[in-house]
């Protein structure tokens, strides 16, 4: 079946640093993968996504490849904010039958930035 | 454009009692979902409905558990009886559905209700 493993947290990081939190799948087929972020006392929302091999995602700073070779998701920033403060899932999706979007969550990496 | 709505945001109970949680969808979304989220853990999908249809209910407690989605647009989530191993966010999610084209489509999140069961 799908599963997703991401890096074990909390992520604590100083203001302007680097940030990558780690993903891997397993998955048959050819999944899409997408990074969703949960602020405190917030839904989830997606942040990024890639359907296809070496795709990349991007958004507010945020960038991740889709790594077929290394069935891999990295999310990575160049510089953290500590309003990027919260909790980061990676999780895949299979476009085929009854699994039809169903996401396939990791446990999710938290992240607090300091000032 | 409204989000998805969740209710309540909230709810504490003793074991042995039902609950009910309600979604309303982004209006015009044909596919909704209901997640349960357990402490320090990712959502896990506990049933998907097609417009009024649930096709994955596989890893719904069916022995306890039940849904509807009436009419296909509001759904309601039941636990009767509520266990203590319930207690967990429950989360509801639609996106537009197949017929949008996409083989993968966004799925928009609610806030979710957290449930407490004492």
């Known amino acids: 079946g799908n599963s997703v493993t991401q890096m074990e947290g909390p992520v604590t990081l100083s203001e302007e640093a680097f940030l990558t939190i780690n993903c891997t799948y397993t998955?048959?087929?050819?999944?899409?993968l997408f990074w969703y972020v949960q602020y405190p006392g917030e839904g989830l929302q997606l942040l990024l996504k890639a359907t296809k091999a070496d795709d990349k995602g991007s958004n507010k700073g945020f960038e991740a490849t889709y790594r077929k070779e290394t069935t891999s998701f990295h999310l990575e920033k160049g510089s953290v904010q500590v309003s990027d403060s919260a909790v980061y899932f990676c999780?895949?999706?299979?476009?085929?039958?009854?699994?039809?979007?169903?996401?396939?969550f990791g446990q999710g990496t938290i992240l607090t930035v300091h000032p | 454009e409204a989000g998805v709505v969740q209710s309540p945001r909230y709810k504490i109970i003793e074991k042995k009692q039902p609950v009910a949680f309600w979604c309303n969808p982004i209006?015009?979304?044909?596919?909704l979902y209901w997640y349960r989220q357990n402490l320090g853990q990712g959502p896990e999908l506990l049933i998907r409905y097609e417009n009024e249809e649930a096709v994955d209910d596989s890893q719904l407690p069916k022995d306890r558990f039940s849904a509807e989605r009436l009419k296909g647009v509001d759904s309601t989530l039941k636990i009767q009886p509520a266990e203590l191993g319930d207690s967990a966010v429950y989360l509801c999610?639609?996106?537009?559905?197949?017929?949008?084209?996409?083989?993968?489509?966004?799925?928009?999140f609610g806030p979710g209700t957290r449930l407490l069961v004492l």
């Open positions: 998955a048959t087929g050819y999944p899409s």
């Open positions: 209006s015009g979304h044909n596919t």
């Open positions: 999780a895949l999706s299979n476009a085929g039958g009854t699994s039809y979007g169903k996401l396939t």
């Open positions: 999610a639609s996106s537009l559905g197949r017929t949008s084209g996409s083989s993968q489509e966004t799925q928009y």
